[in-house]
């Protein structure tokens, strides 16, 4: 945990974003993922303070993936992947909210790259890959999504 929070501080794009006014407006309860990691990640930018207590990001994480409510030893990759999709689950829908009241119903994946949230502006990625057929001039594109 402790390697995938210092991970996290030291993306200086990721930090930014958690700070963006418009999410720190979003009506989340202080137990919610999203303000447990902000909490963290702003007292150490803002002080000297090399020891912070991971408990309330723990809890929060915990409380939607089972694996980490407890003691036992987890891997830190399923750390992370659940900490982005956490941060996700907890944004997302005040960003639809959002967006329904400008007049957008409708939210497709394309649109979510241009939304706020920072695990998506930062961790989301599109790969394309390009078979070209020259006999036939014909051109298959495949798309993945990574998130």
């Known amino acids: ?10 993306i200086a794009p990721f930090t930014t974003d958690l700070g963006n006014d418009e999410l720190l407006q979003a009506k989340l309860p202080t137990t919610s993922f999203f303000r447990s990691l902000l909490a963290i990640i702003d007292k150490t930018l803002q002080s000297d303070e090399k020891v912070v207590n991971p408990t309330k990001v ?11 409510a407890g003691y036992a030893q987890q891997d830190a990759h399923e750390f992370f ?3 982005l999709q956490q ?13 329904k009241k400008q007049g957008k ?3 497709h994946y394309a649109d ?8 998506l502006r930062n961790f989301n990625m599109v790969i394309r890959h390009t078979i070209e057929c020259l006999e036939y001039v014909q ?9």
């Open 105 to 107: 119903a409708k939210l």
């Open 87 to 99: 941060l996700e689950a907890d944004l997302l829908p005040h960003l639809r909210l959002k967006r």
């Open 112 to 119: 979510r790259a241009t939304m706020l949230c920072p695990s």
């Open 58 to 68: 723990k809890r929060a994480i915990g409380k939607h993936k089972d694996r980490f």
């Open 81 to 83: 992947t659940s900490c």
């Open 1 to 10: 945990m402790n390697a995938i929070l210092q991970a996290f501080r030291g």
């Open 139 to 147: 051109y298959i594109a495949e798309f993945s999504y990574i998130a």
